[in-house]
């Protein structure tokens, strides 16, 4: 039985989330004043999920919050989905391509959610940066699309075609 009221809960988290982008910005521009005191041992290189990142996760993929509709929903509990982002952790981190961050997908041993496409799903996928923050996370699984890289004839042809 859960004991808590889930409504309040996010309400709760998206506030805590505007005022740790608010602290967060107030301290960058603070630190950003100080010369060469050594930043890099400031940050964080772990696996770790901001208020403000859940904010964003709930925001855009959980079921109850009627926005994005055509993003990938998870349809679990609140709990659930934390635990299978820790869970994820444990994955292999892939390269993403065009970013300097990592991707994890990780097999759940239930349904979680529906994809991008509507189709259920029991994988979720994790982007984090490159110092290990969360940036993102949705039920389904990723997959990478090269950007093609024109060379000057395709750009010429598309223009002499009119298509540039």
Known sequence: MNTHNEPE???????LADIEKWISDLTSAAISQVPHMGKKKLQKHDYYLGI???AHILERHYHK?????GAAKFCIPLSSILWHIKQA?????KQAINHSGHYRIHQCDTIIGYDQQGNETGCITVFTDIKG???TAFPGIFEPKEIPIKTNEIIEAEEMVGLA
Not at 10 to 15: A, D, E, K, V, W
Not at 65 to 69: A, E, K, L, S, T
Request: without cysteine; aromatic residues 4%; glycine residues 0%.
């Open 133 to 135: 923050n969360i940036l």
């Open 65 to 69: 919050i009627q926005r994005h509709p």
């Open 89 to 93: 952790k444990e994955s292999e981190p």
């Open 52 to 54: 403000s990142t859940l």
């Open 9 to 15: 809960l996010i309400r709760l988290l998206f506030t």
